[in-house]
């Protein structure tokens, strides 16, 4: 496919909506003598109406001769040399065009040659990401036709999609990613290759896949996106435990939460949910369920030590499998699992006191209570009792003081 140039008239992508860091940064690097262009997520979203997360900048500088340009900046990645330029809390990645070899039928382990602006386009995954904006001309470079696949909504792999799919099995997440965000459909033959290729997934990086699901739990999207995944047979292979559960009939159980989850960042771009918090959405719902079979519904009082086993035990089960959660990740999890028990404990005497643990993954939990007060509005009151007790820490105190007190007053009058 040759190369297509579009001009502003025809793609009114406004440049007021370009970070003007990343428009400074490209300016630099063109007045020292090289290419430049915006490209990627960015280009995609702006073309889309929507506000792109990050500004990737792509040029012909190489990493030596970025660095010499720029004070603020800093090379990152062994596998992959970047520049990373910073602007107080913000950083712009700058990378220089690479070349890949879309032919090659097998598991992409280096992909760091130098290569020309088409060859970088062309080793990017999906048409509608491989767009370039030129700042200086107002113009988008588009070398595969993904100017025109944004246009007809349709999701396509750059060359053979069974290749690109075993190059780089992460590329049919992605895939589905951008199904579920943007509602686009996917091409036939990029679409077969991914059911045909969903088994290679388990040759990935586990981390990277986590951080793919990670960043879905915080894309507004979460709900849509494992829905898909687990329609394409992706939980099964990833997570088996969850996959079983979302063929189940409790299955809404769990999208409940992710679509209240998505509502959360929906109504604030501030909103903070930790990834423990957003991890829990996933595990609650599986937790509750045999926490009920095996022993709410026989009449078996668990108390907390008890949870806290099964918790650990569910954890292993979804999580050995393929995923590894880092130790601080999988501590938070289990720590917001077991506090629901303690914030609505079984045992209706316990649910009379309040008794703040110290624990420092508490607020979380109440964060995640929260949640389930939307979806189970009844529970509300209990959140309020938490939170007034939370906010009222020294008559909590005070109440912990005087039993105290009695506590330490027992045995001198058991001597006497
Ligand atoms: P998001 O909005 O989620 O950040 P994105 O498309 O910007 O979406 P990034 O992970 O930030 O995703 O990647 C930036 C760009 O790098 C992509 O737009 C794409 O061109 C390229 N890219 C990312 N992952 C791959 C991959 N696995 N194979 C080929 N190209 C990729
Ligand atoms: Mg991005």
């Not at 003007?20 to 262009?37: E, Q």
């Amino acid at each position: 496919m040759s190369q297509r140039i579009y001009s502003f008239e025809e793609h009114q992508l406004c440049m007021k909506k370009v970070d003007s860091d990343a428009l400074y940064v490209m300016k630099k690097l063109r007045t020292a003598g090289y290419i430049a262009y915006l490209v990627g997520g960015s280009v995609r979203d702006l073309l889309l109406h929507k506000n792109p997360k990050d500004f990737d900048i792509c040029t012909s500088a190489q990493p030596e001769e970025i660095k010499k340009i720029f004070r603020n900046c800093i090379l990152v990645g062994r596998r992959f040399r970047l520049a990373h330029i910073r602007f107080g809390k913000k950083i712009l990645e700058v990378s220089t065009f690479r070349s890949g070899d879309n032919d090659l039928d097998e598991l992409i382990v280096r992909d760091n040659k130098w290569g020309t602006a088409k060859e970088d386009a062309l080793r990017r995954d999906f048409t509608i990401n491989a767009l370039f904006y030129d700042s200086d001309s107002q113009s988008i470079i588009d070398y595969i036709g993904g100017f025109e696949d944004i246009k007809k909504q349709v999701l396509r792999t750059i060359g053979q999609p069974f290749i690109r799919f075993r190059q780089d099995p992460v590329r049919m997440l992605r895939m589905l990613k951008f199904q579920a965000r943007f509602g686009f459909t996917i091409d036939d033959s990029s679409h077969i290759a991914l059911l045909e290729c969903r088994q290679e997934i388990m040759k990935s990086s586990p981390a990277r896949i986590l951080e793919e699901l990670l960043r879905m739990l915080e894309s507004k999207a979460s709900e849509p996106f494992f829905r898909l995944l687990a329609e394409h047979g992706f939980m099964h292979l990833l997570m088996p435990s969850i996959g079983n559960f979302l063929d189940s009939k409790d299955a809404e159980e769990v999208f409940s939460f992710l679509k209240e989850i998505d509502n959360y960042f929906m109504e604030s771009d501030y909103i903070n949910l930790s990834r423990a918090v957003l991890l829990t959405a996933l595990v609650f719902p599986i937790l509750e369920k045999k926490i009920y079979t095996h022993y709410v519904n026989r009449d078996i009082i668990l108390h907390l030590g008890q949870i806290n086993e099964e918790v650990h035990e569910l954890l292993d089960e979804i999580f050995r499998p393929f995923i590894n959660l880092s130790r601080r990740l999988r501590t938070s999890l289990q720590s917001i699992l077991v506090s629901q028990y303690r914030i609505t404990p079984f045992d209706s005497k316990k649910s009379k006191r309040i008794r703040i643990p110290q624990d420092p993954d508490f607020m979380q939990a109440m964060q995640f209570f929260e949640i389930r007060c939307t979806l189970e509005p009844a529970l509300k009151v209990v959140w309020e009792q938490w939170n007034h007790a939370l906010t009222n820490p020294i008559s909590n105190k005070r109440r912990r003081r005087k039993k105290k007190v009695k506590t330490d007053e027992a045995p001198s009058s058991s001597t006497t």
